[in-house]
């Protein structure tokens, strides 16, 4: 509740974070809300303008757009999130693992993750999907694997940190064994930096899946995802350019959403962060205190 009050004192980012949490209420119910079925093809309304039955127009089958990025919001959302928790899932734990417990281990894995970083993270992921397969199952843990090294290496640091404080050096102490002392102290206490480092990174992933998707080894067609729709578009820029504003709006507000949702709560997690932000309201507040 607490956390909610600090985050709540920035009202943009309570803006965008309201904007943030709608696009995960409609993907969730993305079957009930679209206004025609996003998959039936209807060729006699291919390529309408946008109207007041249509939105965005239709498509070159007559797919109403409106509907299929609508649906697009379910399957994108539903992709970048599952990757994002695949990486948080295996990253973290292992990065906890080799922090706390160090040597050759921490060597090795470190190593391992300086190579990942040295590659750009999409064409790891076009490597990777290539070799699973172009589908949602093969996008999901292309991008996981590829934003693996970032949450390895953010919780390692991490767990380096809490692993010198007292009360871990008492658990130690009184026998507790490793895996409860990861637990019940350490994964408690690298929770913040954890939880701004995954909403930081989601946009990522949106732009890595629509990415993929738009290079044709994403999700495949008739399924709508936005950097497909994005690529379906760009054959009809002169003859029906309204086609590119529905999924390039939803990916645009999406991305930048979660990026001031995730330095909005960067800054509601971080004490320095806040009393920064917090010291020019201080020093008008005295001004408009000590004026005559």
């Known amino acids: 509740m607490n956390l909610l009050k600090l985050y709540a004192r920035d009202r943009i ?35 309408l303008p946008p109207s007041i039955t249509h939105w965005f127009g239709t498509d070159q089958f ?25 990486a948080l899932l295996l990253g973290v734990p292992l990065g906890m693992a080799v922090g706390y417990g160090g040597g050759l281990g921490d060597a090795i894995v470190m190593r391992l993750t300086d190579m990942m970083l040295i590659f750009p993270t999409i064409m790891i992921a076009i490597v990777i999907v ?8 093969g996008v999901v843990i292309a991008l996981g694997l590829s934003q693996l090294p970032n949450f390895v290496r953010i919780a390692r640091s991490a767990t380096l940190a809490v692993r010198q404080e007292s009360y871990v050096e008492a658990a130690i102490a009184a026998g507790a064994s490793w895996h409860n002392i990861l637990l019940r102290h350490v994964l408690h206490n690298i929770a913040a930096p954890v939880i701004v480092k995954a909403t930081i990174a989601l946009p990522g992933f949106v732009i890595g899946a629509s990415s993929l998707s738009y290079l044709g080894l994403g ?19 002169t003859r029906a350019p309204y086609l590119i504003a529905g999924p390039a ?5 999406f991305v930048l959403a979660a990026n001031l949702v995730g330095d909005s709560l960067n ?23 000590s004026a005559p």
């Open 62 to 86: 007559g797919r109403d757009t409106l509907s299929r990025v609508i649906l697009a919001t379910r399957v994108t959302l539903q992709i970048t999130t599952s990757a994002l928790l695949f």
């Open 130 to 137: 290539v070799v699973v397969g172009p589908s949602e199952k």
């Open 267 to 289: 800054e509601a997690l971080d004490p320095k962060l806040r009393s920064r932000r917090s010291l020019p309201v201080k020093m008008m507040r005295r001004r408009m205190v």
């Open 219 to 237: 999700v495949q067609p008739p399924m709508p995802e936005w950097g497909q729709m994005l690529n379906e578009a760009k054959n009809f820029m």
């Open 13 to 47: 980012g309570l803006f965008f974070g309201v904007v943030f949490v709608a696009f995960y209420v409609v993907a969730l119910f993305a079957p009930w809300i679209v206004p025609t079925d996003p998959l039936e093809m209807s060729l006699g309304e291919g390529l």
């Open 249 to 253: 709006l939803a990916l645009s507000l």
